[in-house]
């Protein structure tokens, strides 16, 4: 690798996709720094970012394939990468001979790297023909569902023209801890005289920006919007031509809000004062551009969908979509807009199986351990830390109980890769080509491999070219994987015609020199028809009424779990420059619940419910409400352990509807 800088993506699971600048000398990472031509984050990276030299060279990190057995016993051998290549192609082959096909293999992925070039796992999969799949989003398919029923697709205005808007209206996002960049954007509307309102049950770091902070119970988002909707419809303030024009439904929900909607209701359903309902309706009539963003917080319980489809329609009856700077903000699916050779590749045909088995990613354990003829017996894991991140971990136990082989790929050896047989070091991203798209603002960017890979590490797409090829090795015409193609040829392939001219490139050298964007005029994307809120979906109120203060059961707490400033999920743990030992099983409580359970501050308290307990250190949160505990994600002892999923077709994982119990902690419980 030859000296200089060179332009890389930060590959997380993040609002930013941030274009980076590395900066190599003698085949080391130096040091790195935003990539000022990035439109979108201007030079900036976050504090993980800037953090990058020291995750890189972290001691820590995977050296070489590595085998343990027996599973869990923490007896590690390394071992080469061909032998490791050799028992994993061993074990695909004698499954296929004992059951007829590769359908006892499958793989679990998710967000550890988002570069284009990381569906080399799918295409590695597709490339022996039919296998046991993985679909669903347990992150935001909720969301993407509800957005696309409204209007029919899953657009998301460019975040730079927030900073134009004059009202910003935050439903479950937390911006200052989880979008950085945005917060650039918030701030610059601010000064130009927005107003920003701030919908949370917890008092964030974002709601501190607010003008106006509303507190709701956790769930109870589709209330409030409907609150705002009686509002507006009593005055006759909403934009009736536009209704008109635009709208489907406009009748019937009418009708809805008017004979089924009493503020009373919602102030009690949802906890907010009826004097915080009227300003935020207030707010929407009085104040344009207004600019909605749908956080993924509000979309991680059961009545998501329906509190964003009710959201949505307050932006629609408000006029607030179509006109300059107003728009709606939730994230969209333009990476689904590429040809995603890899995701796509097309593999083998089975004389009898026409196609693969897919399995429910939010409910992997117990639909996989459901699988019969044949079972599933091989497991591959990439970028993902199921043990930390994931729902029913007593499933995942039985499943892991099941499997004949489980092979981890990561950079770290993470919970999950404590549990496997085998762990593969994956190459950072400045160890390897990529191509990257965000899920939030325009810009596509590259990532240059920079230097060499640490040790023995090796790009996901390496992994997918060596293992195939040692399929053929062992069966010849086992995997159709093109091993051939190196990472620039499937970067190049991704850049068609079309998406060169959308966003404006003449050739792949173009990003050589730069982050490139395509052009959106969000007006003409909201020139469409839109759904108001379904009101088949009211059976929804029926069920909401479990949040009726009367119901609430005493003693019993909503668990909410979200992301954390100096992690993505799992990640960064390790990073001395960015310790967090202060936030290790810290159990957020209000006042009310230390008091009555005589629980004091940073004391050991216990959180425990049907499935499972954890110890941890109390933290007494005057602004919670009474009946909400916050923990951290993944730590020494992850809090996913009391994740229980309620379970619904085709959507995301209800992260938050778990509940829990609390008490103070006496040594030498159980
Ligand atoms: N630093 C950092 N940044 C990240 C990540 C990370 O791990 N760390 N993860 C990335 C990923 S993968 C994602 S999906 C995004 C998520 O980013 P966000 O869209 O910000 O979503 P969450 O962090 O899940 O939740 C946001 C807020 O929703 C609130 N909330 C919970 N339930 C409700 C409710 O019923 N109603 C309302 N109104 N609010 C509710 C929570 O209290 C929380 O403050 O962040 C990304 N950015
Ligand atoms: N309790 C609770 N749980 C949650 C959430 C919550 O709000 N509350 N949020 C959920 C959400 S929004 C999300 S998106 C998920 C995230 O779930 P995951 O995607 O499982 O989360 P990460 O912890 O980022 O784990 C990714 C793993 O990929 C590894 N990795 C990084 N780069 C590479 C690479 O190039 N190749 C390979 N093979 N591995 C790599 C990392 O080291 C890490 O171990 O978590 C979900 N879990
Ligand atoms: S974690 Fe997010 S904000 Fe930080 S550098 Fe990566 S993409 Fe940017
Ligand atoms: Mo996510």
Redesign the pocket.
């Given at each position: 690798m030859k000296d200089g800088i060179y332009r890389n993506t930060c590959?997380r699971?993040c609002f930013g996709s941030c274009g980076i600048l590395s900066y190599v000398k003698n085949g080391r990472l130096m040091k790195v720094t935003g990539d000022p031509k990035h439109g979108f984050t201007q030079g900036k990276l976050c504090a993980k970012g800037y953090a990058y030299t020291q995750f890189v060279y972290n001691p820590k990190r995977l050296k070489y394939p590595m085998l343990q057995t027996p599973r869990g016993s923490g007896n590690w051998k390394r071992i080469s990468w061909d032998e490791a290549y050799s028992i994993i192609a061993d074990k695909i082959i004698e499954l296929n001979h004992r059951y007829g096909s590769n359908l006892a293999c499958g793989y679990n992925k998710?967000?550890?790297?988002l570069g284009i070039l990381?569906y080399a796992v799918e295409g590695m999969f597709n490339s022996i023909g039919p296998h046991t799949k993985p679909v669903g989003n347990?992150?935001a398919l909720t969301g993407k569902l509800a957005v696309n029923q409204s209007f029919g697709h899953s657009f998301s205005s460019p975040p730079e023209e927030m900073a134009h808007a004059k009202l910003i209206v935050i439903w479950g996002a937390n911006p200052a801890v989880t979008n950085v960049h945005q917060m650039k954007y918030l701030y610059e509307a601010k000064r130009n005289g927005a107003k920003l309102i701030v919908i949370d049950p917890i008092f964030t770091r974002t709601a501190e920006k607010a003008d106006l902070y509303i507190q709701i119970k956790p769930g109870t988002d589709l209330w409030l919007a409907y609150g705002v909707a009686k509002l507006l419809i009593k005055r006759g303030n909403y934009a009736e031509s536009f209704i008109r024009k635009q709208t489907f439904g406009w009748e019937e929900y009418k009708h809805f809000i008017e004979t089924k909607i009493e503020l009373e209701d919602v102030s009690k359903r949802t906890g907010a004062p009826l004097e915080a309902i009227e300003l935020l309706a207030d707010a929407y009539e009085t104040t344009k551009p207004a600019v909605t963003w749908s956080g993924?917080g509000i979309q991680?319980n059961k009545h998501g969908s329906g509190s964003i489809g009710a959201i949505t329609s307050i932006a629609i009856i408000t006029g607030n979509l179509g006109i300059p700077s107003g728009g709606l903000y939730f994230m969209h699916f333009d990476v689904e807009h590429f040809p995603l050779h890899l995701y796509n590749h097309k593999g083998p045909a089975h004389p009898s199986i026409h196609t693969s088995r897919e399995i429910d990613m939010s409910n992997y354990p117990k639909s996989a351990l459901a699988l019969k003829d044949p079972p599933l017996k091989f497991l591959w894991i990439?970028?993902?830390?199921?043990i930390?991140?994931?729902q029913d971990l007593k499933g995942w136990k039985q499943l892991f109980d099941r499997l004949e082989l489980i092979v981890t790929?990561?950079?770290?050896l993470?919970k999950?890769a404590e549990e496997s047989d085998l762990v593969l070091p994956?190459?950072t991203?400045f160890e390897e080509d990529d191509l990257h798209v965000s899920y939030w603002h325009y810009w596509l960017s590259i990532n240059q491999k920079a230097i060499p890979p640490y040790w023995e590490a090796k790009?996901?797409l390496q992994i997918a070219r060596e293992l195939t090829r040692k399929l053929n090795e062992l069966s010849p015409g086992f995997s159709n994987f093109p091993y051939e193609k190196e990472p620039l040829d499937w970067i190049k392939a991704e850049l068609t015609p079309d998406i060169m001219r959308q966003y404006s490139l003449t050739s792949y050298e173009d990003l050589l020199a730069g982050p490139h964007v395509k052009e959106i005029d969000s007006a003409q994307q909201f020139q469409t028809k839109f759904w108001l809120n379904p009101f088949e979906e009211s059976g929804g109120l029926t069920e909401l009424e479990e949040y009726a203060p009367e119901k609430q059961q005493p003693g019993v707490y909503t668990l909410l779990?979200?992301?954390s400033l100096l992690k993505?999920?799992?990640?960064y743990e390790m990073l001395p420059w960015l310790n967090q030992e202060e936030s290790d099983n810290m159990i957020e409580i209000s006042t009310k619940a230390a008091e009555e359970l005589e629980i004091a501050n940073y004391t050991k308290m216990e959180v425990f419910n049907e499935t499972g307990s954890i110890v941890g250190t109390a933290k007494i949160n005057p602004s919670l409400p009474n009946n909400v505990v916050v923990a951290a994600?993944?730590g020494s002892n992850p809090?996913?352990k009391l994740?229980t999923h309620c379970h619904s077709q085709e959507s995301s994982?209800f992260?938050y509807d778990s509940t829990v119990k609390i008490r103070k902690w006496r040594d030498g419980r159980v």
């Open positions: 590959p699971n998710f967000s550890g790297n990381h347990p992150c993924l991680r990439a970028s993902r830390n199921i930390t991140q994931d790929v990561d950079l770290y993470t999950t994956a190459a991203h790009s996901d779990t979200p992301q993505i999920h799992s990640q994600q993944a809090i996913n994740i994982t992260f």
